[in-house]
Antibody, heavy 121, light 106 residues
Framework: QVQLQESGPGLVKPSETLSLTCAVS?????????WGWIRQPPGKGLEWIGS???????YYNPSLKSRVTISVDTSKNQFSLKLSSVTAADTAVYYC??????????????WGQGTLVSVSS | SYELTQPPSVSVSPGQTASITCSGD??????TCWYQQKPGQSPVLVIY???KRPSGIPERFSGSNSGSAATLTISGTQAMDEADYYC?????????FGGGTKLTVL
């Protein structure tokens, strides 16, 4: 059973880079699947940020692509998110999830518990 | 960019059938999934590939997709089904979520 756990700073200053890691247990990232990041501003809906395959192949949300980098570390069985030049609008709960994508597949399951990142000076 | 539209809220009486719609251009040509999110919790997949239920999801949850709209139907709605529901599709290598629907059971 795949389990995911997000970690990283809960507070980031404006204009700096937000960095989060998702540790995966119960499954080897190298075995397959895409691995995704999704965020949810307080009281608002879900927004997909991007997804990565173990080989490093990525999909990014076009609206965030210029500021996002997603990477994978198979040796540590984890993947990471970097979001640059953050503003208050990037304050959100950030989730990582298994992203089933390809052919008829298109869903996220399961999800991590999420981590709140606030952008403030 | 592709957009999915959901009603902000839907109300249903216990034991009745709740229907939540998700509309998008030619959505029936894509596969849609649905998530349930209760306050303070992570989203949970309840329907994938338009109408399939993951293991552990009650049979009262069903889905359909045709034309320009997908529908999540909850039969015999229970108080525990009160939650936010999000649809999601894949378009042009982009995952798109609907704005979410708050289901109230009263």
């Amino acid at each position: 059973q795949v389990q995911l756990q997000e970690s990283g700073p809960g507070l980031v200053k404006p204009s700096e880079t937000l960095s989060l890691t998702c540790a995966v247990s119960g499954y080897s990232i190298s075995s397959g699947y895409y691995w995704g990041w999704i965020r949810q501003p307080p009281g608002k809906g879900l927004e997909w940020i991007g997804s990565i395959y173990h080989s490093g192949s990525t999909y990014y949300n076009p609206s965030l692509k210029s500021r996002v980098t997603i990477s994978v570390d198979t040796s540590k069985n984890q993947f990471s998110l970097k979001l640059s030049s953050v503003t208050a609008a990037d304050t959100a709960v950030y989730y990582c999830a298994v992203h089933m994508v390809g052919g008829v597949m298109n869903w996220f399951d399961p999800w991590g518990q999420g981590t709140l990142v606030s952008v403030s000076s | 960019s592709y957009e999915l539209t959901q009603p902000p809220s839907v109300s249903v009486s216990p034991g009745q059938t709740a229907s939540i719609t998700c509309s998008g251009d030619k959505l029936g040509d894509k596969y849609t999934c649905w998530y349930q999110q209760k306050p303070g919790q992570s989203p949970v997949l309840v329907i994938y590939q338009d109408s399939k239920r993951p293991s552990g999801i009650p049979e009262r949850f069903s889905g359909s997709n045709s034309g320009s709209a997908a529908t999540l139907t909850i039969s015999g709605t229970q108080a525990m089904d009160e939650a936010d529901y999000y649809c999601q599709a894949w378009d042009s290598s982009t995952a798109v979520f609907g704005g979410g629907t708050k289901l109230t059971v009263l």
